[in-house]
């Protein structure tokens, strides 16, 4: 390889929407010898047949420790790897461990080179968190609205209530007790479920 | 005041004391408020260590001495002033590895010299029919797991290197692994192996204390700087530890340890397989055979927690004996600083004793101060004096 190629990254991820992501990323910048090993089975073997630089691992993983094996004296690796051994680094792992994700290099590759790319990374990674989070908050806000429309329902036919007065009732409810809406919506669901 | 701690550990039973002293209270009563963080790998327990993301983590013992000598990343050093957990690896191999050893067997079955003399010659076997070499699965490079199997094949002449494949895996694919046959045997910590016996998939050979009478796998961990900064919590956390592993060796409360540890956030397997393990009552095959040894996974018997500096010179012995590092007596003396029974005799606020020597099955008695001496005993190895 010309030092002036692109090197070759494997990202090594069960998530097939956090890779791609991660993928495009590098793909944008420039990086286009990129692959994604999904399936841990035999990784190491994978991994030697894709013979990579980098290698980029998410630490929900727990092949992560396999990938250790790889600074150990055997005749299995054709070279060695080694991450940041520097300690000139420790501002590198901190960004790169808070965002959960870990890279692992090739001895001999320079630092520059290796710089964007793992900054690259902690950014992707940053944003498919941000993503997921926004993602749950959704979901947890569509099953509220659920919640909320079944206690509306029960009110209506207990009380005789239309639907503007049992929001109401659950609203000023709520504000009394101090208590979130959903809250209040989801004590009457299992009040109606246990006087069923 | 309360002190709030974040503490990392890797559900196994030998995190046992550290769970207890949170769950149980006894941190609490220690003025600690901490948080436990289930990891899924040593590489995050020790890199989150290292960066101060942890305060204290349970964690490999030879983790915390390659930490502080700076082997294969960034050099931080360590401190034990605890020791979580001792003689809780076993050995499981397949039906097929465990047929083909009894068929060598020329001995007692628990006699690793027996064993290790049959593996040679299933070994040699394979070699002659051209079946390829056997596999073993270890749970990290710097573990009691790689030692204590490299020790015990060499003895019998298999060479670790050369004559099997040792390969990485995460404790919890270590059954499926077996199952599928991607490894013919491997040496995990409790629950695992007591795990590949329920499912019928495997035969748990050795309790590791066949190989060495009294090994240390996990201590406590937490970094020299914040452990010299802050001497009063890390008293307190030795405390708390030592209040947890009384209780969890007072067999009447087993049974309240076992669900503990059996909650999904913690170790999250069946009580009751957590507590075989904890009682060293085991099922070591399919067909129901029950093996018990008063030394498998030690606590808190036997002065077991207290760090001996002779035990970690050991570890780095092993390390150097398979090529992870040259020796360098200055880097022995690191080793054996990693281990602080002095921290420890300063919470308990008394002597506790001495622990066990390692007391291997083969070899002559080890002794700190002639390492490379004690290799030299030793024909199968990466070391070259």
């Known amino acids: 390889m010309s030092a002036e190629s692109s090197p070759r990254i494997v990202i090594v991820d069960e998530s097939p929407i956090r890779a791609a992501i991660l993928e495009e990323g590098l793909r944008e910048a420039g990086f286009t010898d990129v692959a994604h090993i999904s399936e841990m089975q035999g990784l190491l073997a994978r991994i030697y047949a894709l013979d990579p630089e980098i290698i980029v691992i998410d630490l929900e993983n727990p092949s992560r420790d396999v990938l250790e094996q790889m600074f150990q004296v055997s005749r299995a690796v054709k070279r060695p790897v080694a991450m940041f051994v520097d300690q000139s680094d420790a501002a590198s792992i901190q960004a790169s461990v808070e965002a959960g994700v870990s890279a692992y290099i090739v001895d001999g590759l320079k630092k520059e080179r290796i710089k964007p790319i793992l900054d690259l990374c902690v950014s992707r990674f940053n944003a498919f968190a941000k993503l997921q989070d926004e993602l749950d908050r959704t979901k947890h806000a569509l099953e509220e609205r659920k919640v909320i429309d079944r206690a509306k329902g029960i009110l209506m036919k207990m009380k005789g209530l239309t639907e503007d007065e049992a929001y109401v009732l659950l609203r000023s409810t709520a504000m009394r007790e101090k208590k979130k809406i959903g809250e209040i919506a989801q004590s009457i669901l299992t009040a109606s479920e246990l006087l069923k | ?385």
């Open chain 2, 1 to 385: 005041m309360t002190t709030p701690l974040r503490i990392g550990f890797i559900p196994l039973v030998d995190a046992a004391a550290l769970i207890v002293a949170v769950d149980k209270g006894f941190a609490a009563t220690e003025g600690l408020d901490v948080t436990l963080v289930r990891e899924v790998s040593w590489s995050n327990v020790r890199d989150k260590l290292n960066i101060g993301l942890f305060d204290a983590a349970h964690l490999l013992a030879p983790v915390a001495i390659a930490s502080s000598l700076g082997l294969g990343h960034v050099k931080v050093p360590i401190a034990a002033p605890f020791n979580l957990g001792l003689n809780g690896n076993a050995i499981t191999v397949s039906p097929a590895l465990h047929a083909a050893l009894m068929a060598e067997l020329d001995g007692d079955r628990f006699d690793p010299m027996a064993t290790a003399r049959a593996l040679a010659r299933v070994v040699a076997k394979r070699r002659t029919s051209g079946e390829g070499p056997l596999t073993f699965g270890m749970t990290f490079p710097f573990s009691t797991h790689n030692y204590q199997l490299r020790f015990w094949m060499a003895a019998g002449g298999v060479d670790p290197d050369e004559d099997v494949q040792l390969v990485v895996l995460p404790p919890p694919y270590m059954a499926d692994s077996l199952a599928n046959g991607h490894v013919d045997a491997f040496c995990v910590g409790a629950p695992w192996n007591s795990i590949a016996v329920d499912l019928g998939i495997g035969h748990i050979l050795h309790f590791s204390s066949d190989i060495l009478q009294s090994a240390v796998e996990k201590v406590l961990a937490v970094r020299q700087t914040w452990a010299e900064k802050h001497p009063e919590i890390v008293a307190a956390l030795v405390r708390a530890h030592l209040r947890a592993s009384e209780f969890i060796e007072d067999r009447a409360n087993r049974p309240e340890v076992a669900q503990i540890l059996a909650q999904p956030e913690r170790i999250g397997v069946d009580a009751s397989v957590i507590q075989r393990t904890l009682d060293g009552r085991l099922k070591i095959s399919p067909d129901g055979t029950m093996r018990e040894s008063d030394r498998y996974l030690l606590v808190g018997r036997e002065v077991a927690a207290r760090p001996a500096p002779a035990q970690a010179a050991w570890l780095y012995a092993q390390m150097v004996r398979w090529g992870q590092t040259p020796f360098r007596p200055e880097a022995l003396q690191a080793a054996m600083a990693v281990f602080r029974p002095d921290l420890h005799d300063a919470a308990a606020g008394r002597p506790t004793g001495a622990a066990g020597a390692v007391g291997a099955f083969s070899g002559p008695p080890f002794d700190p101060s002639d390492v490379p001496g004690h290799l030299s005993a030793f024909k199968i190895g990466r070391w070259k004096p």
